[in-house]
């Protein structure tokens, strides 16, 4: 495969210094698929049936050293959201709101705003599918800050937009997901014609983590073929970009939220559980001139990159405090020496751990030893693959490899990511990489320096930060001025808070600056802060 070069210049990134269309805005869409590892053949899965990916990535960029920030769903949606590493505003934990002793929400800085609202604020039209699930909203849709989109919901399209406007639009498909691997879900998805059952258990490989039996044969063959469901849902939203003329006019982002949905791999920070595949397409009239038309860049990126990049990519200025860099926009930029990911509490199980990836090794720190990972959570046990693995542990069928994710976990970890891709031959101990060893607790431990987070509290403290006594805090009514000029002017005394309003019961537009306004115009205001209930409503109608 084709390799890009290494590139120097700081990873730190406020501002981008790309060439390309700097006065344009794209239309931007990103694709995230769930719960799948690189089950793509344009990957190098000879075994994968996606053609409409793979015909995406014969004119693109793409980039296989991809990670996540979590192995899991809530927590990494947050890191991608914001362009922040999801601990730094408390959203670690699997998910906030199943917390038994106070559900709450995460509270991010008053400063962090989810990029699709920035997008938003200059002059983007935002729209989402269902599924929103960060840690300071719901999963489902509209149960968000409302500044962030401008639709959310079943039938998301970007036909809402006023004439000219770009869009950003994300989409998210859920066939891949764990839940599709429930025996009533597949055999459900069989029946709908959704799922084809085309790849057969004989046919795949089983990782060194997993014992070769028919039921685990059964669930990676699953994987596959409903990740080929997923590709034919991409198709469709490819062939629509087309037929309606906007396919010169989109960059296209294919990925997954985080690695396979299978035991072993999500919720883990292995590699299993936090390497991704990713897709970038530029249509030519945006393309950097230094961004190759079709390339395998082979540099790390993290989740936290895409808000930096995406930013960039609309031309939109990058807040300082985004923890990414726009690696995706700018091949200019340094590439990065290591990938950081956390995993904490899993649904009812506490857990503490941070990885650090670099191109070669994993080096992984657990602040709660002595604990199994292969744990009892009531969701993924509906899965006839963690039934196998407790039969197969039980009868004494696994070997060393595949029970140590069965045993009582050290409180350190290192693997050779080129010698040992599977992650099962733990070298901590091992003196001939004892300088290994110390370069990545180093680099971790800076990582940590820089970088705020919440797990050093205990949950109950956290939550009683963001939620005193368990009550969410509401967020103050704005206040509407009209100066003299005939200019509207929202303002809120929590300066954290996001604003929006309506003119004359329109649509609901995120507030950015003061607007022009007539006599007689009705003015409807309400704001949120981030994790907190909305505001009430506030009306008045302009007089002079």
């Known amino acids: ?100 002793e106070s559900s ?26 269902s599924k929103l699930d960060y840690q300071f909203s719901e999963i489902s849709a509209n149960t968000g800050p409302f500044t962030i989109w401008d639709y959310e919901g079943s039938k998301p399209d970007w036909q809402g937009r006023e004439q000219d406007q770009p869009f950003f639009g994300m989409y998210h498909f859920n066939i891949s997901h764990e839940s599709a691997l429930f025996p009533e879900k597949i055999k459900n998805n069989v029946a ?74 999500k919720r883990e920070i292995y590699d299993s559980g936090i390497k991704v595949p990713l897709v970038v397409h530029w249509p030519e009239k945006y393309r ?51 990938v950081f990911a956390s995993k904490d509490r899993l649904d009812e199980q506490y857990f503490y751990e941070r990885a650090v990836r670099s191109s070669e090794f994993k080096y992984i720190r657990n602040y709660l030893p002595n604990k199994p990972g292969g744990t009892r959570l009531a969701y993924r046990e509906q899965l006839p693959i963690m039934g196998e693995l407790w039969r197969t542990l039980a009868n004494g069928e696994m070997n060393d490899a595949q029970k140590a994710w069965f045993l009582p976990r050290p409180k350190e970890e290192l693997y050779s990511i080129i010698n040992d891709p599977d992650e099962v031959i733990n070298l901590a101990e091992d003196p001939a990489y004892k300088q290994q060893l110390m370069q990545m607790r180093s680099a971790l431990t800076n990582w940590q320096h820089k970088v705020k987070d919440y797990s050093k509290l205990k949950e109950i403290e956290q939550a009683n930060m963001f939620w005193p006594h368990g009550n969410q805090p509401v967020t103050p009514e704005p206040t509407i001025t009209v100066n003299n000029k005939n200019l509207a002017v929202l ?35 309400k704001a949120i802060r981030y994790g907190w209930q909305e505001s009430p409503e506030i009306h008045i109608t302009v007089t002079k």
């Not at 400063?111 to 699709?116: H, M, T, V």
């Not at 990740?227 to 006019?249: P, T, Y």
């Not at 989109?250 to 396979?260: A, K, L, R």
């Not at 930013?311 to 020496?337: C, F, H, W």
Request: glycine share 6%; aromatic share 8%; charged share 20%.
């Open 1 to 100: 495969m084709k390799v890009f070069s290494h590139f120097i210049i700081s990873t730190t990134v406020l501002l981008s210094s790309v060439s390309f269309a700097e006065q344009q805005k794209p239309n931007i869409l990103l694709l995230v698929a769930e719960d799948m590892s690189s089950h793509v053949k344009a990957f190098g899965d000879e075994i994968a049936i996606t053609p409409n990916i793979d015909a995406l990535a014969e004119k693109s960029v793409l980039y296989p050293n991809s990670f996540t920030t979590a192995g899991v769903c809530a927590p990494s949606r947050t890191g991608l959201i914001t362009g922040v590493h999801q601990a730094s505003i408390g959203g670690q934990h699997m998910r906030t709101r199943d917390y038994k």
């Open 104 to 129: 709450y929400r995460a509270v991010p800085d008053e400063n962090i705003k989810a990029f699709p609202e920035l997008l938003r604020k200059n002059g983007y039209y935002t729209f989402v599918s």
């Open 192 to 265: 709908k014609g959704i799922v084809k059952q085309t790849i057969k258990p004989e046919q795949v490989t089983v990782p060194a983590y997993y014992p070769d039996t028919k039921v685990v044969r059964e669930a990676i063959a699953q994987v596959y073929n409903n990740v080929s469901a997923m590709d034919r849902q991409v198709g469709a939203i490819l062939k629509r970009l087309k037929a309606e003329g906007l396919a010169d006019e989109t960059i296209v982002i294919w990925t997954t939220d985080h690695g396979d949905g299978l035991p072993r791999g």
């Open 288 to 338: 950097p001139e230094n961004m190759a038309k079709h390339a395998v860049n082979e540099q790390l990126i993290s989740f936290v990159d895409l808000a930096p990049s995406i930013l960039t990519m609309a031309n939109v200025d990058v807040p300082g405090y985004i923890q990414g860099s726009a690696l995706l926009a700018d091949n200019t930029l340094t590439k990065r020496e290591y």
């Open 491 to 525: 303002a809120n005394s929590n300066n954290g808070a996001s604003l929006g309003y309506q003119l004359n019961k329109g649509k609901w537009r995120v507030y950015n600056q003061p607007f022009v306004v007539e006599n007689g115009d009705q003015i409807t205001a």
